[in-house]
Nanobody
Framework: QVQLVESGGGLVQAGGSLRLSCAASGFIFRLAHMGWYRQAPGKQRELVAR???????NYADSVKDRFTVSRDNAKNIVYLQMNSLKPEDTAVYYC?????????WGQGTQVTVSS
């Protein structure tokens, strides 16, 4: 059974930092492309950052130079380090795993940035 469990969300002031973690199980983690997405109230879910199974990364323009995605294949965890947070980063953040034709989502973790 595939599980993606996000943690690390919370309330932070603008300019602060948070690190999100996504613990994965039920599939071969090192083969998966992993992504972080977010969805703010009234908006569509959007890609924040992605890391491929070879370690290549890409970011949404809105988070470049502030967020860093990384993975630990030994622990089956993907991280999202978020620095210089802004109120517009407030959203539910979701972890996504994609392997060949399959994809899975975590339950999400709330990030709230106060001004």
């Amino acid at each position: 059974q595939v599980q993606l469990v996000e943690s690390g969300g919370g309330l932070v002031q603008a300019g602060g930092s948070l690190r999100l973690s996504c613990a994965a199980s039920g599939f071969i983690f090192r083969l998966a492309h992993m992504g972080w997405y977010r969805q703010a109230p009234g908006k569509q879910r959007e890609l924040v950052a992605r890391i491929t199974n070879s370690g290549a990364t890409n970011y949404a323009d809105s988070v470049k130079d502030r967020f860093t995605v990384s993975r630990d294949n030994a622990k089956n965890i993907v991280y999202l380090q978020m620095n210089s947070l802004k109120p517009e980063d407030t959203a539910v953040y979701y972890c996504n795993a994609a392997v060949t034709r399959s994809a899975w989502w975590g339950q999400g973790t709330q990030v709230t940035v106060s001004s």
